[in-house]
Nanobody
């Protein structure tokens, strides 16, 4: 059974930091692109960052560049999102994603709330 399980969300003041983790299991994800997406209340889900398992290729949405960093570990089962200088507009449910061709998996999400 394929599972993506997120953790690390919480409540933080503006300017603070959080580190999200995603544990992937149930299949070999080595060929997949791993990423983070987020969905704020009343808004559509949006792309945040993506990475390949070697870490040689990363991509970020403009609003998080210079503040967020996506990374993986050498077991190819964990993906992280280090979030610094958080802003109230970063408040959302953050989802882990694994994508390859027509295969597309999602976690259940972890809530990040940034207070002003």
């Amino acid at each position: 059974q394929v599972q993506l399980v997120e953790s690390g969300g919480g409540l933080v003041q503006a300017g603070g930091s959080l580190r999200l983790s995603c544990s992937a299991s149930g299949r070999d994800f080595s060929g997949y692109s791993m990423g983070w997406f987020r969905q704020a209340p009343g808004k559509e889900r949006e792309f945040v960052a993506t990475i390949n398992w070697s870490g040689s290729s990363t991509s970020y949405t403009d609003s998080v560049k210079g503040r967020f960093a996506i990374s993986t570990d050498n077991t190819k089962t964990k993906v992280y999102l280090q979030m610094n200088s958080l802003k109230p507009e970063d408040t959302a449910l953050y989802y882990c994603n694994a994508r390859w061709g027509f295969s597309n998996y999602w976690g259940q999400g972890t809530q990040v709330t940034v207070s002003s």
